[in-house]
């Protein structure tokens, strides 16, 4: 896929543009994102204690490209392509134990190691060699209890794309926190809408009043990256000091955001659908699964406030499509993450690799 046509992007926040209303509209620049980024970065795919013991798999997708992910007999995690090579047929469904994954169409079987077994009935096929006709590999990693894939094999490895976060969150535990919650939530903005609005700040005090007493915006400071960005605030005691801890905002390009507290994490992944739709997937974890009433009362917490930020998203949809916006600029006291964001989304839209 050629690069796409963008005007250049300015690297000093004090004299940057935001990126173009058809940045967010266009189906071209949709496509090319899918191609660009989101073929070639590292994707969180499903959750470490589904895959723990030898002999399970799970399912997931990566931008709409079926993969399974497998811990084989001698306990090493794997992940494939959950395509069949006789006529790409799936070869699992959901997840489980297995010996083997075999092909709800034809019947082909593969081991947990992707190695062709059987080939039921495929008679005397001239060429045909089955040691090089097992499931094609993907890439696959873990941090704290999530499993990562990545469909190219020319992404830095994701340690590198994690930086100092494993470093930093090592005293909080994050392996050892379970699932506790899931929700998806379909919003009908552009996927980089939604991002742009996590990463700053600055819509604390209108949009999410609830939020804002709770942490400290005077000290609320955001620190960028090569890949992610941290955004970070003091959250108030019940004296209204910032004596409770510390909230931790991770953003991970392109599309993925941890959010770290005292007690508890979540993650947030952006998946686009369209030009003008994305779901938004949110899962929590906990130390102790035993903390029913903890557990709701964060949820429900964190419903409220994604409310207010799609009623905002979606209407900054329906701006951008208004034909009466171009580009804005950034506040430089409140934006670095945004634009660092957008600089990142340009350079892969607009450089070759």
Not at 67 to 74: E, G, L, Q, Y
Not at 247 to 263: G, K, R, T
Request: glycine share 8%; proline share 6%; charged share 25%.
């Amino acid at each position: 896929m050629s690069s796409v046509r963008l005007p250049p992007f300015e690297p000093d926040l004090a004299r940057a543009s935001t990126l173009p209303a058809f940045a967010y509209t266009d189906p071209d620049v949709f496509a090319a994102e899918r191609a660009r980024i989101f073929a070639r970065t590292w994707q969180p795919v499903g959750r470490l204690e589904d895959v723990a013991a030898p002999g399970t798999f799970a399912t997931a997708e990566i931008d709409g490209k079926p993969i399974v992910i497998t811990r084989d007999a001698n306990a090493e995690l794997r992940a494939f392509y959950n395509v069949c090579r006789h006529r790409a047929g799936p070869v699992a469904a959901g997840k489980g134990a297995r010996r083997s994954l075999t092909c709800r169409y034809h019947g082909w079987t593969y081991g947990l190691d992707g190695a062709l077994l059987k080939t039921p009935e495929l008679g005397d096929a001239v060429g045909f060699d089955r040691a090089c006709n097992g499931l094609r590999p993907v890439r696959v990693d873990t941090f704290g209890p999530f499993v990562f894939a990545c469909l190219d094999d020319g992404v830095a490895p994701l340690a590198s794309v994690l930086g100092a976060i494993p470093r930093e969150t090592e005293d909080l535990r994050l392996a050892s926190m379970r699932f506790a919650a899931r929700k998806d939530y379909a919003i009908a903005c552009n996927w980089k809408v939604y991002v742009d609005n996590f990463l700053e700040g600055y819509h604390l005090p209108t949009v999410h009043p609830g939020l804002y007493q709770v942490l400290d915006y005077g000290a609320y400071r955001v620190e960028t990256e090569r890949l992610y960005s941290k955004q970070v605030s003091p959250l108030r005691g019940s004296t209204g000091t910032a004596d409770a801890g510390e909230a931790l905002y991770y953003w991970v390009f392109p599309n993925w955001m941890l959010n770290v507290y005292p007690d508890n994490m979540s993650l947030n992944v952006v998946l686009p659908v369209a030009p003008d739709r994305c779901v938004t997937v949110f899962e929590w974890y906990r130390h102790r699964l035993e903390e029913r009433d903890a557990i709701a009362a964060t949820i429900a917490f964190s419903d409220g406030i994604q409310d207010e930020d799609i009623a905002i998203c979606e209407a900054v949809q329906r701006g951008l499509a208004s034909g009466s916006y171009e580009q804005g600029r950034f506040s430089v006291a409140r934006e670095n993450g945004v634009h660092h964001f957008q600089g990142l989304v340009h350079a892969h839209l607009t450089n070759e690799r």
